[in-house]
């Protein structure tokens, strides 16, 4: 500290400015730093796959529930894996699918599809609880944990076609093909 007692003001001046300079151009480069950190996880959370499991109701010719698995992202995924955080152990139709899909690549915007309609009964599958369905794309891994419960979708406005007379049918299908058209 004794050499600055022996600086002129112009070279104190000319000293306090180089520190100055230096200090500014140091936090410039750490801003410039963190924002570059901020824009590449925002691109990588924009581009990645978002694959996730709904139970949705499909209304048509035959309102049913349906357990989806789709990709909302925008780049493809591979599904590693996908577990239920309740015993479905009974519905061995919907472990063979979720089974099924390890392994499977699934694109921006498709879906996989499984009916909770349980065949040559007048029952749905019920799901209640928590799906976990892990995924990666081509450089990291995901856990989307997805809560369902298809208790929330009412089925029972439905109509059985064997209980509608054939007038009726014929027009059900007509309104049906007409609006698929559209």
């Known amino acids: 500290m004794d050499f600055i007692n022996y600086l002129t003001v112009d ?26 950190k901020v824009t590449k996880r ?9 694959v996730v499991a709904s139970v949705v109701g499909n209304v048509g010719y035959r309102t049913e529930k349906l357990l989806m698995i789709k ?11 996908i577990k239920f955080s309740e015993d479905i152990a009974e519905e061995e139709l919907l472990i063979e699918f979720l089974n099924s899909l390890s392994g499977i690549f699934i694109a921006p915007g498709q879906s996989f599809m499984f009916t909770l309609n349980k065949p040559r009964e ?13 995924y990666k794309d081509f450089k990291n891994k995901f856990t989307e944990k997805c809560k369902l419960n298809s208790k929330i979708i ?16 014929k027009l059900l299908n007509t309104l049906h093909n007409n609006n698929r058209q559209k």
């Open 154 to 169: 009412n089925t029972n406005l439905q109509i059985s076609s064997d209980s509608l007379s054939e007038f009726e049918n």
């Open 11 to 36: 070279q104190r001046i000319a000293v306090l400015t180089t520190l100055a300079t230096f200090t500014i151009s140091v936090i410039s480069v750490v801003i410039a730093v963190r924002s570059l």
């Open 122 to 134: 007048n029952e749905n599958v019920t799901l209640v609880g928590e799906m976990a369905v892990i």
């Open 71 to 81: 990709n909302y992202g925008n780049t493809g995924a591979t599904i590693e894996s």
């Open 42 to 50: 925002s691109i990588d959370e924009a581009n990645r796959p978002y």
